[in-house]
């Protein structure tokens, strides 16, 4: 199947009624007809549902869905993107270990990835995460090198190609989050990342209706090496199924953030319009960013798509279908972005990304406002910056609207 027709067929295991949508099965157990059958459930040596909280159909539906697109080998859902991410991070992790990761993160990201200190783990933060700067970091402690696709906020493109190959090269574990980019623009795994995460609320999910995180494995062979020892049991026994097996034996179970049904449903629902909504986010997006860097009143524009971006080029490479839908531009002043903000009648001022309708949010004092100065300048962010989701509503509508909050600064 090619990709549009996965997102709405992909992997899909019907009940047999003949319902053309995966029925919300919102029960919590499963009975089964012998206690034999039960036993061989909980050992996994028979297919079956036990309790919602290690699986349940509409989940696994959705999680098949997203296998699919990904092109990876299994998914693994959660109940919101960080969960998800600690998950990913946890797995690979013990006290004494290291993570190289990318410092333009989300902030959730960040301060998760700076918190691992208590439990005894070392992150690494690179500015400008290359096969240089990563081969004067790592060592034999580095467990997986992380970052995200194209940074949210500060909107790096990540050479995906280039450190998927050092990480390849050192078999270490790359783990992605390309929520920014979604597989309508990029599909890590097929670069050689091992580990593919995203937060389903966002693109996935389309219309921002539900909290939820998924983790897509490849199926890497890089678990059988002794940096990885604490996967042998896993190896031996799973073979390329380590990743996902050690996560469903450990700290999925121990945590147990499962996804609603009822969300995995909602989910299953938005992601078949992804292609449709992308486009238009790209197209959008594209020609705010072209008007906004024209406009004397703003300082200055951030688009990977934009020629003027840095990223320029690594946004051509990569991202042939549009730049993303996320843009940031400054004002000047936080006093200036803030009177903008008020200004503004139809994009919301409200934190959430991938949203159908537009969304503003001044980040330095909201979702990063947990980190230090030092950090959010490794983050972009700085005091007068906003980051604006484009919405697919039409183009003129919301340059109209932003247009009349600027006239008024
Ligand atoms: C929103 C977001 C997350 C966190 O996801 P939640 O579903 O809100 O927990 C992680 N990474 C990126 C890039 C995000 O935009």
């Known amino acids: 199947m090619k990709f549009n027709t996965k997102l709405i067929h992909g992997n899909a295991r019907l009940d047999g009624t003949g319902a053309t949508n995966t029925p919300v099965y919102l029960s919590n157990a499963y009975a089964h007809t012998s206690a034999e059958k039960l036993e061989k459930i909980f050992q996994g040596k028979d297919m079956g549902y036990a309790y919602t909280r290690i699986s349940n159909p509409t989940v696994t539906s959705f999680e098949r869905r997203i296998a699919s697109i990904e092109n990876g080998m299994v998914a693994t859902s959660a109940s919101s993107g960080m969960s998800a991410i600690y998950l990913a991070v946890m797995n690979m992790v013990e006290s004494g270990d290291e993570i190289v990761s990318s410092s333009g993160l989300y902030g959730g990201t960040y301060t998760l990835m700076r918190n691992l200190k208590s439990i005894g783990v070392k992150v690494h933060f690179l500015e400008n995460i290359n096969p240089d700067t990563l081969k004067s970091v790592i060592n034999k402690k580095t467990k997986l ?32 989050d390309s ?209 604006l989701s484009v919405g697919i509503e039409d183009v003129e509508d919301i340059i109209a609207d932003i247009d009349s909050a600027l006239k008024e600064l």
Not at 150 to 168: M, Q, T
Not at 253 to 262: E, Q
């Open 145 to 176: 090198v992380f970052a995200e696709t194209i940074g949210n906020p500060r909107l790096d493109v990540l050479d995906i190609g280039a450190v998927s190959k050092f990480c390849k090269d050192n078999n270490i574990v790359l783990i992605i």
């Open 179 to 387: 929520t920014m980019t979604t597989p309508y623009l990029i599909k890590p795994l097929e670069y050689g990342a091992d580990i593919v995460i995203h937060s389903t609320s966002k693109y996935i999910n389309g219309t921002s209706n539900s909290i939820g995180g998924i983790i897509v494995d490849s199926g890497s062979s890089k678990y059988t090496d002794p940096r990885y020892e604490n996967f042998l049991p896993y190896t031996k026994k799973y073979g390329k199924m380590a990743f996902t097996a050690k996560l469903k034996d450990t700290i999925g179970r121990d945590v147990g953030p499962a996804l609603s049904p009822f969300n995995a449903f909602l989910n299953l629902t938005g992601v078949e319009t992804l292609s449709l909504r992308m486009k238009e986010h790209c197209k959008n997006a594209l020609g705010i960013a072209k008007y906004l860097s024209n406009n004397d009143k703003i300082v200055d524009v951030n688009y990977p798509g934009l020629e003027s971006s840095r990223y320029y080029d690594l946004a051509q490479k990569y991202y042939k279908n549009g730049s993303g839908g996320i843009l940031t531009f400054r004002l000047g002043s936080k006093e200036n972005a803030f009177k903008f903000l008020n200004n503004l009648k139809l994009i919301l001022d409200l934190t959430n990304i991938g949203d159908t309708k537009s969304i503003i949010i001044h980040p330095s004092s909201t979702i990063c406002s947990n980190n230090t100065d030092e950090e959010k300048r490794q983050m972009g962010v700085y005091e007068d910056l906003l980051r």
